[in-house]
């Protein structure tokens, strides 16, 4: 089983940059899995970025042109490249390896908070 952990959030004004980083251990060839996932708060959880079994990407509409998702085999980590953030992109960042089918398992996540 993989064991991940999300890192790399923070608070950033509107127009700005982050990036996320979600740390894999355990069974690594589950990286090729993981997909990022995000919840507002009130929201229910949505799909931000996820691979595809293709070997494509898959992104939420909100987020197309602005989020890049990317892996470093070698890192054994995913990261979730994210700029021109809007105040609605704020919420509790989550990696999973499922394919972006939303199963999990959930770690602690790490919150993005933009401000406008």
């Known amino acids: 089983q993989v064991h991940l952990v999300e890192s790399g959030g923070g608070l950033v004004q509107a127009g700005g940059s982050l990036r996320l980083s979600c740390a894999a251990s355990?069974?690594?060839?589950?990286?090729?899995?993981i997909g990022w996932y995000r919840q507002a708060p009130g929201k229910q959880r949505e799909l931000v970025a996820a691979?595809?079994?293709?070997?494509?990407?898959d992104y939420a509409d909100s987020v197309k042109g602005r989020f890049t998702i990317s892996r470093d085999n070698a890192k054994n980590t995913v990261y979730l490249q994210m700029n021109s953030l809007k105040p609605e992109d704020t919420a509790v960042y989550y990696c999973?390896?499922?394919w972006g089918r939303g199963f999990g398992p959930w770690g602690q996540g790490t919150q993005v908070t933009v401000s406008s």
């Open positions: 691979p595809t079994r293709a070997g494509g990407r």
């Open positions: 999973a390896a499922d």
């Open positions: 355990g069974s690594i060839f589950s990286i090729n899995a």
